[in-house]
């Protein structure tokens, strides 16, 4: 077996696995304001910037060959039942409008969900101390039609509400949108690892968590039946999320379904390497390579990272 592994040359031959920024795609983090670039605490390299730096970043990723970017929103105000999210002045929208107008070549990918926007920090409605279901698909599907009339090539929902993907579908095909794909957070457990993302976003439930919709994470087969039920709905992209804790369920999906399959390297994930390469306990470069090759192997094909500019430098 040591034949093959004896020089650079010989390895790159038969590599089985291989990144490339075309499959890649790099989330934002857009914040009302001007000129504004804070730098996230737990997310040492990463920023809220407010739009005119929003075009900046996206003018670097088209450069740089990357997929697309997407979009998080930091809006002005919450409320109750997120209105910023279908707002056509909302955050996000305003930052599509000046992106689209400045970058061609790159596409804007939407996160659609309410926990950015809502006071009470949730995914969906509340009532009775408790988030319903159906009346907020009516919202999302509100906030992805208003975020591909500002400009949005494809929409992710990421809230995990039932049936999401069948109402935003049909939201999209009757308002003339029937060409707009939909990426969706097919199996998005219920993780510690969007702890460093919830600073990002300000988006940290005020009562209670997330374990009523996202998934529970001792479960797989589960994982199994969330992508099929995507996929019958209309998903044209489905999502495993995290991504390094779970390569056993983005291999399995990449078994079972045909569809492209994306899997996002969370803030957590992200987290973990600069803190142990910040304490000198790691080899910064060769972990972020290895992490997200890994990602890869176990059958993504599309990669969601944060470290998507930096991995198109490096390659
Ligand atoms: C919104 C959303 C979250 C992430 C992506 N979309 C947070 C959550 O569900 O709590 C996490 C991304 C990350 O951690 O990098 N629902």
Same mark, same amino acid.
């Given at each position: 077996?040591?034949?093959?592994?004896?020089?650079?040359?010989?390895?790159?031959?038969?590599?089985?696995?291989?990144?490339?920024?075309?499959?890649?795609?790099?989330?934002?983090?857009?914040?009302?304001?001007?000129?504004?670039?804070?730098?996230?605490?737990?997310?040492?390299?990463?920023?809220?910037?407010?739009?005119?730096?929003?075009?900046?970043?996206?003018?670097?990723?088209?450069?740089?060959?990357?997929?697309?970017?997407?979009?998080?929103?930091?809006?002005?105000?919450?409320?109750?039942?997120?209105?910023?999210?279908?707002?056509?002045?909302?955050?996000?929208?305003?930052?599509?409008?000046?992106?689209?107008?400045?970058?061609?070549?790159?596409?804007?990918?939407?996160?659609?969900?309410?926990?950015?926007?809502?006071?009470?920090?949730?995914?969906?409605?509340?009532?009775?101390?408790?988030?319903?279901?159906?009346?907020?698909?009516?919202?999302?599907?509100?906030? %992805?039609?208003?975020?591909?009339? &500002?400009? *949005?090539?494809?929409? @992710?929902?990421?809230?995990?509400?039932?049936? $999401?993907? !069948? +109402?935003?579908?049909?939201?999209?095909?009757?308002?003339?949108? %029937?060409?707009?794909?939909?990426? &969706?957070? *097919?199996?998005?457990? @219920?993780?510690?690892?969007?702890?460093?993302? $919830?600073? !990002? +976003?300000?988006?940290?439930?005020?009562?209670?968590?997330?374990? %009523?919709?996202?998934?529970?994470?001792?479960? *797989?087969?589960?994982?199994?039946?969330?992508?099929?039920?995507?996929?019958?709905?209309? +998903?044209?992209?489905?999502?495993?999320?995290?991504?390094?804790?779970?390569?056993?369920?983005?291999?399995?999906?990449?078994?079972?379904?045909?569809?492209?399959?994306?899997?996002?390297?969370?803030?957590?994930?992200?987290?973990?390497?600069?803190?142990?390469?910040?304490?000198?306990?790691?080899?910064?470069?060769?972990?972020?390579?290895?992490?997200?090759?890994?990602?890869?192997?176990?059958?993504?094909?599309?990669?969601?990272?944060?470290?998507?500019?930096?991995?198109?430098?490096?390659?």
């Amino acid at each position: 077996m040591r034949r093959l592994r004896r020089s650079e040359r010989f390895r790159n031959l038969v590599r089985e696995t291989r990144l490339s920024p075309e499959s890649m795609i790099y989330p934002i983090f857009v914040c009302p304001g001007e000129k504004v670039r804070k730098e996230i605490g737990s997310m040492p390299g990463q920023f809220n910037i407010s739009v005119d730096n929003a075009v900046k970043i996206a003018r670097e990723a088209e450069q740089a060959g990357i997929a697309g970017i997407l979009l998080f929103g930091l809006p002005e105000e919450k409320d109750e039942v997120g209105s910023d999210a279908c707002d056509e002045n909302g955050i996000v929208q305003k930052a599509l409008r000046a992106i689209r107008e400045n970058v061609r070549n790159l596409l804007l990918i939407t996160d659609i969900c309410l926990c950015e926007y809502t006071s009470h920090g949730h995914c969906g409605v509340i009532k009775h101390g408790d988030v319903q279901n159906d009346p907020t698909l009516k919202l999302l599907a509100d906030s %992805s039609v208003s975020h591909v009339r &500002a400009g *949005a090539d494809m929409v @992710a929902p990421s809230d995990m509400m039932d049936g $999401r993907v !069948a +109402a935003i579908r049909q939201a999209l095909d009757s308002e003339g949108f %029937s060409n707009t794909p939909i990426m &969706a957070y *097919a199996a998005k457990y @219920a993780s510690g690892f969007y702890g460093p993302f $919830r600073e !990002a +976003a300000g988006s940290t439930p005020q009562f209670g968590d997330r374990r %009523s919709y996202q998934m529970d994470p001792p479960n *797989a087969r589960e994982a199994l039946r969330e992508i099929e039920l995507d996929i019958d709905e209309g +998903a044209d992209i489905v999502m495993v999320k995290p991504a390094l804790p779970y390569l056993d369920i983005i291999a399995r999906a990449r078994e079972r379904f045909d569809v492209p399959l994306a899997a996002y390297q969370v803030s957590g994930e992200y987290a973990m390497i600069e803190a142990a390469a910040r304490a000198g306990w790691i080899e910064r470069e060769r972990i972020i390579l290895e992490a997200t090759t890994a990602i890869k192997r176990a059958g993504a094909d599309i990669l969601i990272t944060y470290y998507a500019l930096e991995l198109a430098k490096m390659l």
